[in-house]
Every structure is written in C-alpha cells, then in structure tokens.
Nanobody
C-alpha cells in the first residue's frame, strides 16, 4: 500500500505565501506523476497543478504566475509554493499521485487534504 502525507496549510492573509508538501511512501516502484487539486465549499474539485515524468508541469490559469509546483524525486515528495494568495484560493488542497507498484501496476492515490484559508 501507498500513503500520501500532506503538510502545510493554515490561515494566511491575502498577499501572503504558504508552501504545501506531499510525501509518498510504501509500495513504490516509481512515481509517474504527482499533483494538487483543491475543493472549496459548495464547489467542484479542480486541478491546480501537476508534475509528471519528463519534468513536465501544468498550472491552472487561475494560479499561473503565483503558484509553483516542484518535486524531489529522491524523497517522492511534491511541493506547491503559493504566493500572492487571494481569498478565492481558500479551499481544501488534496495531493494526488500516480504510482507504479513493485508489480509494475499503476495506481492512483489521494492525500488526506489540508485546509488553506486566505483572509482579506
């Protein structure tokens, strides 16, 4: 089994910064991709950023220029650096990972979620 442990988040004022971390551990042969989703109350979950093999990254239009996604392959950890935060960034942020098990089967996993609240 694979576990994703998220850390970071909390309460921050508008214009501030926060960094989220997500570390994967367990039955891992290799990590195909890791990324971040977020879900605000009463809204659908949306994709924020992804980091895929081959050093390919994706950022949603709403966060381009403010957020940065990075990955430490040696630690199977992905980070989301969030700058110039806005109240509309308030949401629960979920880490997602596509991981090859040692049997070489591909599975998708979710972290427990971490709350980010941006005050005006």
């Amino acid at each position: 089994q694979v576990q994703l442990v998220e850390s970071g988040g909390g309460l921050v004022q508008a214009g501030g910064s926060v960094r989220l971390s997500c570390a994967a551990s367990g039955n891992i042969f290799s990590v195909n991709a890791m990324g971040w989703y977020r879900q605000a109350p009463g809204k659908q979950r949306e994709l924020v950023a992804t980091f895929r093999s081959g050093n390919n990254t994706y950022l949603a239009d709403s966060v381009k220029g403010r957020f940065t996604i990075s990955r430490d392959n040696a630690k199977n950890t992905v980070y989301l650096q969030m700058n110039s935060l806005k109240p509309e960034d308030t949401a629960v942020y979920y880490c997602n990972a596509e991981i090859f098990a040692r049997t070489l089967r591909l599975f998708s996993y979710w972290g427990q979620g971490t709350q980010v609240t941006v005050s005006s």
